[in-house]
């Protein structure tokens, strides 16, 4: 089944305890992001990565750090999480990010983070 | 710099009858839309697209316009069910440094 995996799906922890939430796709795709999304402020992009060893900042990036050694993982590193970025995070794939093409992204299920 | 906008936060609409969601938008370049539906606890799911070289795209009971002289996108839901409540969001295609931006979202409710 093709799918976009998140973990852990809940986290409560406290402030400077550094922490890494995990998201994986099996469709081989090339563009991968993350968002966050909090109430009335909608979906914003934090990093995204179109593709292995490639990585840039979206319109949130404080605070966070992401990689991409593997095509199929994205990493979302929180190094001194704060209260600030208490939030639900999704991350998503797409095949490709060509402009143009149409494409649509593959969103996982959602972390829910509570930073104390 | 919102290259989208979602002027609605919430709609209400009564089973069986139309939901119209709106969004503005401020690139005229920009040469597709998407929306995406999200229901708690879920992550967004792709719903339809347009292409900037048509004005309406119709799947089933989801109908997109799209006015090019108004940077104006429309969703319509005809007839509307229970299972359409759900936030709504609207996205342009990337910009020139890929970045991605969504809309700030519609809560769709339907009234049984």
């Known amino acids: 089944e093709a799918q976009v995996t998140q973990n852990p799906r809940y986290l409560i922890t406290v402030t400077g305890k550094k922490l890494t939430v995990t998201c994986s796709q099996n469709?081989?795709?090339?563009?991968m992001s993350w968002y966050r999304q909090d109430p009335g402020l909608g979906l914003r992009q934090i990093y995204y990565s179109m593709n292995v060893e490639a990585t840039d900042k979206g319109d949130v990036p404080e605070g966070y750090k992401v990689s991409r050694k593997e095509k199929r993982n994205f990493p979302l590193i929180l190094e001194s999480p704060s209260p600030n970025q208490t939030s639900l995070y999704f991350c998503a794939s797409s095949l490709s990010r060509i402009a143009g093409t149409g494409d649509t992204q593959y969103f996982g299920p959602g972390t829910r983070l509570t930073v104390l | 710099d919102q290259q989208v906008k979602q002027n609605s936060p919430s709609l209400s609409v009564q089973e069986g009858r139309i939901s119209i969601l709106n969004c503005d938008y401020t690139n005229s370049m920009f040469d597709y839309f998407l929306w995406y539906k999200k229901y708690p606890a879920e992550g967004p799911t792709f719903l339809i697209s347009?292409?900037?070289?048509?004005d309406k795209n119709e799947d089933g009971r989801f109908t997109v316009f799209l006015n090019k002289s108004a940077k104006h996108l429309s969703l319509h839901i005809v007839p509307s069910q229970p299972g359409d409540s759900a936030v709504y969001f609207c996205?342009?295609?990337?910009?020139?440094?890929?970045?991605?931006?969504f809309g700030t979202g519609t809560r769709l409710t339907i009234i049984p």
């Open positions: 996205a342009p295609p990337p910009g020139r440094n890929e970045k991605l931006t």
């Open positions: 347009i292409s900037s070289i048509k």
């Open positions: 469709m081989n795709h090339e563009y």
